[in-house]
């Protein structure tokens, strides 16, 4: 504690102050507490303050802001959170940050990615935009990036995800969730979930060994059989990662396959995270329920009873707007020279039927090179009001608390809160509707992770 007269303090107290008490409310020393570092005058404090299991209905639609905002941080917390009077009074700090004219928020939280891999697919990409046949037939899809990761080695690997670990966290994500799923196989998929879990980067990795991805053509007669070398890995997954997801969706497996490995999952004390139902109706939603998921993500063709069972069953519903975009699932597909009738669900109503449902609802990139390339949570809020047609309280509660808690971390980030992790982007805009309004540029200034500044003026310090 400082013992701090606060003396520019003397003459308004003396002037709003009466009769014999003067002299004692004046001079009487002000302790402030001592921190390590003040953010102070921010144009606009975004708190996305809410309760730990996340924010749902019409909760959805308000966020707190605080007009002229400040927070005190010691060590790697948040010890305050006020308009900067309140805080200048009761701390003191060897370390201020300016954040006049600017937005502060919560660093964003990216709660689905496949962050390993080998190889790129942009020349697939063309043929699908253009749905025109390459000149030379190709390789495409998730078997071949499997085959280009088996080929990279363990450093190319790290080194290709720090890279996208520094560009994440420039663009203001400091929590991302890290999916195995190009392995295929046992030893393949261990592979890359110990080179997950041992990535060292200000930005925390929350690793998953994704059990179930898609099924490699060898096993094609013999189903049951890769089930069971997916689940021979899970007693050294279990060590590595929090949690196992499995794909249930028309194109990779089913209900009661994901169940059998799901289940040997929570047996070892797994959380469980799904792909559901992104190209049909697999029941995903409802297998997310069954096995009470931290969340299940896609969702675009899940039923209405399956979202619903999820919000009773506290399963977060993660919506990917990256993917929408990149597949083009907003746009119909071309009959000959012609754009044909769409094929999907109208893609605001995946949003809407969710949060309907009840569901605790977030957002995330799905950075993948296949059906999402981009690792900017940025990208993925400014997609999601477009597309979704979501508000701007609804777009940031998404990013943060409710990304927070599809990661079972509502309790410890996703909001400015006393006692939360000191996760916190200023941003070169002064409102959080900007954010989202503005889009194509890195908006993020700087950046702190666990109370350290790590990126200034949307570079790596
Ligand atoms: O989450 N089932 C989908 N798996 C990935 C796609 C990855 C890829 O295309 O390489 C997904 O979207
Ligand atoms: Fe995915």
Redo the contacts with the bound molecule.
Sequence with gaps: MSQLFAESRVPRAARTARGVDIALVVYRPIAKLDVDRLVLHAAELLTCRGPQSGIHGAALRAVETITDGALAIQGERIVAVGTSSDIIAAYAAPDIVDAAGKLVTPGLVDP?S?LL?GGT?HEEYESKVTQRAPETPMEG??RY?ARKTREASDGALIGQALGDLDVMLAHGTTTLEA?T??GLEQDEELRLLRLTAGLKHPLQVVPTYLAL??LPHEYARRRQAYLEQAMAALPEACKLAPYCDV?C?P??FTFDECLQVGEAARALGMKIRV?AD??GDARGALLAARLQASSA??LDYASDEGLRAMAHAGSVATL?PG?TLHLCEMTPRFEGAVLGPAEKPFMPLVARRAIEAGTVVALST?Y?????PTPSMQMVMQLAARLYRLGYAETWNMCTLNAARALDLGRDRGSLEPGKRADIVIWSVATHGMVINRFGVNLADTVMASGKVVARSGRLV
Excluded: A, E, F, M
């Design positions: 689905h496949h891999y697919r899809g998730i990036t999916k799923g190009y991805h898609v794909s969706d194109g990779s792909h992104q190209h993500d896609h990917l993917v799905d993948n090179p296949g059906s999402c």
